[in-house]
């Protein structure tokens, strides 16, 4: 059963936009990627593309003073993240946008930073960073996560979830020089550490799935697809020596 089964996608959003954030990452990988960005000015301008319901837009908005546009295709993260702007008086300041980020209308050169976590491979890397690359300034900067592996040699059952996924794994140093060759710096980069997957994302992915098999206690075919999705967190906890996520902090040339 996959994300092409209807009933499959319908639970997995229901799991997935109940979530603090949508994939692994944390505000202390966000702070470190950010200081990375020395030269940022004080009022920076910030495109989060697959912002998710905005965990990282959040961050962005409490660590810089800048202004944010936050952009993610599925309609109902945008509306929730509008809604927490709003809770937190942030909508002056950043403003949640439905879009694709393959075909964004937006001026060229007018960014200082491009925050994406998790989310560019939705596009693959090598569509993206052109993408990246015209929207910022030259000088602007740009961090995002991507999944990577980390050991040759993964078990089968890692190999076939991530195919599974549509997902095609590379390594570190093939995104860092896609990242050279593709006109900008590589500033850094650095491997999320383990807490990044399972404080924030795992744990309550987890909580949220316990909660849900009650919910649906009587409805087989539900049970069924929480048991795998539940799946992805066991694999990280067996494996994640075989693949991890790394964060890369560029700059435009
Ligand atoms: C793994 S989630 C990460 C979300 C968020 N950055 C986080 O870490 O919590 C990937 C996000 O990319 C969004 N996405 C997928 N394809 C996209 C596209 N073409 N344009 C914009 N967003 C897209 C999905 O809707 C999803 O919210």
């Given amino acids: 059963m996959s994300k092409t089964n209807p009933r499959f996608m319908a639970l ?4 997935f936009e109940s979530l603090p954030r949508q994939g692994p990452g944390s505000r202390a990988c966000a702070e470190r990627a950010l200081r990375l960005c ?16 905005g965990a990282q837009t959040l961050y962005l908005a409490e660590l810089t003073a800048g202004s944010i546009l936050a952009i993610d295709s599925h309609a109902p993260s945008i509306e929730r993240l509008r809604q927490t702007l709003a809770e937190r008086g942030l909508s002056r300041r950043a403003k949640a946008q ?8 937006l001026p060229t050169a007018s960014f200082d930073l491009i925050w994406s976590e998790g989310a560019l491979y939705n596009i693959g890397i090598e569509m993206a960073l052109p993408i990246c690359l015209e ?5 602007g900067y740009l961090a995002f996560t991507d999944a990577v592996w980390r050991r040759e040699n993964p078990p089968e ?5 991530f195919e599974q996924e549509g997902v095609t ?3 570190a140093a093939e995104v860092a020089a896609a990242i050279t060759q593709g006109g900008f710096e590589l500033l850094d980069h650095f491997t999320l550490p383990d807490a990044a997957w399972w404080d924030d994302f795992y744990t309550p992915m987890l909580a949220r799935i316990e909660a849900m098999r009650h919910q649906y206690a009587n409805d087989r075919e539900a049970l069924t697809i929480l048991d ?3 799946k992805e967190p066991e694999m990280h906890r067996h494996y994640a020596n075989y693949y991890g996520y790394e964060f890369f902090v560029a700059r435009r040339r």
């Fill in 157 to 161: 059952e890692v190999r076939a979830a």
């Fill in 98 to 105: 439905v879009g694709d980020m393959a075909q964004l209308e």
């Fill in 12 to 15: 997995f959003l229901e799991l």
């Fill in 38 to 53: 020395r030269e940022l000015p004080p009022v920076p301008r910030i495109l989060d593309l697959g912002c998710g319901t």
């Fill in 228 to 230: 795998e999705i539940a």
């Fill in 135 to 139: 929207l910022l300034r030259p000088g």
């Fill in 169 to 171: 794994l590379g390594w």
